[in-house]
């Protein structure tokens, strides 16, 4: 007998666990699940817990619930984030040994006086696809010597990425494979449009970007089923990919559910949120669908 040589494709759901899970969360969890299903793939749960300031057991034992009332299974054990910070920091200690991450030392305060003294000034200062300012270049300029010191003085710092080196390191144009609701086929990234983002911060010793590149690689995740939020993120997770060796999956961004007023949900809401709508007598098919499902 010989072994099937097709590879199982690997679908995964990651929620934070910051906040209670809500429709547009479902979505995304019943996608990834009938995705799975129909590619006779693996499904899987992580847990992206992080921001240990933000994330509590409480609302990760919700995650549990909520699958587990819309009759998703996941295989166990699930994978924690919190439980993987070297992993990342081994990650950023080969980009810092590249010479492609500085330490950042500007508090958010600092960076709010700055720009807004810029734009007082009517000068326009770069800003995101989320609408984040850029990180200004100070940082990024200062000698060896000068980072040295203020790294022994025990100032708390970030670690950025420094988006020119890390693109020039590639020296290529990347793109992804992308199959969801909105463009599709191979999309060009821009990486360049986030500047420096964040690698780990002072309080959590890794960043989403970091951290959602390396899990989906360790975990072999072959498709990457979220929402269309994180369609911009994506060039930054290619670029990292290639900065680190790193398979890419296959992309598919899923339509939102809004409010009322078209906004993405916010996991404030409680109308929309899932345990509040089981509490309210509604039913898993229900929940299909007012999702569009
Ligand atoms: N943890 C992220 C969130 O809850 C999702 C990460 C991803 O799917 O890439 O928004």
């Given at each position: 007998m010989t072994a099937n040589p097709r590879q199982k494709p690997v679908f995964r759901f990651a929620p934070s666990p910051n906040g209670p899970l809500h429709l547009g969360h479902a979505l995304s969890a019943l996608l990834n699940r009938d995705?799975?299903?129909?590619?006779?793939?693996?499904?899987?749960?992580?847990?992206?817990?992080?921001?240990?300031?933000?994330?509590?057991?409480?609302?990760?034992?919700?995650?549990?619930?909520?699958?587990?009332?819309?009759?998703?299974?996941?295989?166990?054990?699930?994978?924690?984030?919190?439980?993987?910070?070297?992993?990342?920091?081994?990650?950023?200690?080969?980009?810092?040994?590249?010479?492609?991450?500085?330490?950042?030392?500007?508090?958010?305060?600092?960076?709010?006086?700055?720009?807004?003294?810029?734009?007082?000034?009517?000068?326009?200062?770069?800003?995101?696809?989320?609408?984040?300012?850029?990180?200004?270049?100070?940082?990024?300029?200062?000698?060896?010597?000068?980072?040295?010191?203020?790294?022994?003085?025990?100032l708390k710092h970030a670690w950025r990425l420094d988006m020119t080196k890390a693109m020039q390191a590639v020296g290529e144009h990347l793109s992804w494979e992308e199959t969801g609701d909105g463009n599709r086929g191979r999309i060009p990234t821009d990486p360049g449009a986030w500047g420096d983002v964040v690698l780990s911060r002072s309080d959590a010793p890794s960043s989403y970007h970091l951290s959602v590149v390396l899990d989906d690689a360790l975990q072999g995740v072959t498709h990457v089923v979220r929402g269309l939020d994180l369609f911009p993120s994506t060039s930054v997770h290619r670029l990292l990919q290639a900065l680190l060796g790193l398979p890419a999956p296959v992309y598919h961004h899923h339509r939102l559910i809004t409010d009322e007023d078209g906004r993405k949900l916010s996991k404030s809401r409680s109308d929309t949120g899932l345990a509040e709508l089981r509490e309210r007598g509604l039913s898993p098919a229900e929940i299909r669908r007012l999702v569009g499902l």
């Open positions: 995705m799975a299903i129909s590619e006779e793939g693996r499904f899987l749960l992580r847990i992206e817990d992080i921001d240990l300031t933000r994330c509590t057991p409480e609302f990760e034992a919700g995650i549990y619930a909520d699958l587990e009332w819309l009759a998703i299974d996941w295989e166990r054990p699930v994978r924690r984030q919190s439980e993987h910070f070297e992993e990342y920091q081994a990650a950023l200690d080969s980009l810092i040994a590249e010479g492609l991450a500085y330490p950042s030392f500007m508090t958010r305060g600092e960076i709010k006086t700055r720009v807004g003294s810029v734009e007082a000034d009517g000068g326009p200062w770069p800003r995101d696809p989320d609408g984040s300012p850029l990180y200004p270049p100070d940082d990024r300029k200062r000698s060896d010597f000068d980072r040295q010191q203020l790294l022994t003085s025990g």
